[in-house]
């Protein structure tokens, strides 16, 4: 296929360009995937950028996805929107500049952000949507980008699709969380309506969903409360292991932490609300 049959979908994300050089025919996915990157398109790449070669095959699993020298086979459409989706961020995440980054959703209040760090399953995208029927504004719901200013850890928005089981979408809808979506034809992404501003870290909160279990809140270590932001951390090239950890200490040295299990969405918004001070509407 020669370079006049293909096309490139430029994109920034968290300062990071990236380009997606794709065929020019079989092009409806292209509004697509432009849906589900939202704010992050851009018109043109700025260069230098890291470039995702999608190529379409006459085989069994047809789409083909490169990306530094290493290439996955997709089924359908679908498919390849769910990896470039992934991949593009996993880049700019890669990239970022910020101090630390890591699994983690994130809600601001009267100057606040509360964060809340946990791996995929553990309720943390449902218990952070669900804040902003508390009147927070959402910041992110899984990508956790911190930058430490002197001994603060501010948290910067992210507007990545979350990504909803239809049971966490039905909880969500029961408190009128305002959502976007479907977002580009796939039936788990959506959008928050609005979204918050960069934000000084107040709490730190790890979250884990278990219906059979009690309601337990425990208050965390300073160690303890750093090694949780080390373990869930996302790859970085521009910062140091070094770095991460002195980041994590100096965040977890200033900012209470706590583990969190709840048995269901309204315990842990009443349980957030007592941490944070917050009335509950």
């Given at each position: 296929?020669?370079d006049?049959?293909?096309?490139d979908?430029?994109?920034?994300v968290?300062?990071?360009p990236?380009?997606?050089?794709?065929?020019?025919q079989?092009s409806?996915?292209h509004?697509?995937?432009?849906?589900?990157?939202?704010?992050?398109?851009t018109?043109?790449?700025?260069q230098?950028?890291?470039?995702?070669?999608?190529?379409?095959?006459?085989?069994d699993?047809?789409?083909?996805?490169?990306?530094?020298?290493?290439?996955?086979m997709?089924?359908?459409?679908?498919?390849?929107?769910?990896?470039?989706?992934?991949?593009?961020?996993?880049?700019?995440?890669?990239?970022?500049?910020?101090?630390?980054?890591?699994?983690?959703?994130?809600?601001a209040?009267e100057?606040?952000?509360v964060?809340?760090?946990?791996e995929?399953?553990?309720g943390?995208?449902?218990?952070t949507?669900?804040?902003?029927?508390?009147g927070?504004q959402?910041?992110?719901?899984?990508?956790?980008?911190?930058d430490?200013?002197?001994?603060?850890g501010?948290v910067?928005?992210?507007?990545r699709?979350c990504?909803?089981?239809?049971d966490?979408?039905?909880?969500l809808?029961?408190?009128?969380?305002a959502?976007q979506?479907?977002?580009?034809?796939l039936?788990?992404y959506?959008?928050?309506?609005?979204?918050?501003?960069a934000?000084?870290?107040?709490?730190?909160?790890?979250?884990?969903?278990?219906?059979?279990?009690?309601?337990s809140?425990t208050r965390?270590?300073q160690?303890?409360t750093a090694?949780?932001?080390?373990?869930?951390?996302?790859?970085q090239?521009?910062?140091?292991?070094r770095?991460q950890?002195?980041?994590?200490?100096?965040?977890?040295s200033?900012?209470?932490g706590?583990?969190?299990?709840?048995?269901?969405?309204d315990a842990?918004?009443?349980?957030?609300?007592?941490?944070?001070?917050?009335a509950?509407?």
């Amino acid at each position: 296929m020669s370079d006049l049959d293909m096309i490139d979908l430029a994109f920034n994300v968290f300062g990071q360009p990236i380009v997606v050089r794709a065929p020019a025919q079989h092009s409806d996915w292209h509004a697509r995937l432009r849906d589900l990157m939202g704010p992050y398109n851009t018109p043109r790449a700025m260069q230098p950028a890291e470039l995702i070669g999608v190529e379409l095959m006459d085989d069994d699993l047809p789409w083909h996805v490169t990306y530094d020298k290493y290439t996955s086979m997709l089924a359908n459409e679908d498919q390849l929107l769910q990896h470039l989706e992934w991949r593009i961020f996993s880049i700019g995440v890669l990239h970022a500049s910020a101090t630390l980054s890591l699994h983690a959703g994130a809600a601001a209040r009267e100057g606040k952000a509360v964060l809340l760090p946990g791996e995929s399953g553990s309720g943390k995208t449902t218990l952070t949507l669900a804040l902003a029927s508390q009147g927070w504004q959402i910041l992110t719901d899984d990508i956790g980008l911190i930058d430490v200013q002197d001994v603060t850890g501010i948290v910067r928005p992210c507007a990545r699709c979350c990504h909803l089981s239809a049971d966490s979408l039905r909880q969500l809808t029961a408190k009128q969380v305002a959502l976007q979506g479907p977002i580009g034809g796939l039936p788990e992404y959506f959008r928050q309506a609005a979204q918050g501003r960069a934000t000084p870290i107040g709490w730190i909160v790890t979250p884990r969903y278990a219906p059979k279990e009690e309601l337990s809140l425990t208050r965390l270590t300073q160690a303890e409360t750093a090694a949780l932001m080390i373990h869930g951390g996302l790859r970085q090239m521009n910062r140091t292991v070094r770095e991460q950890w002195a980041a994590a200490i100096t965040i977890a040295s200033h900012i209470p932490g706590y583990r969190l299990i709840f048995p269901s969405l309204d315990a842990g918004l009443v349980a957030l609300a007592h941490i944070t001070g917050a009335a509950t509407p």
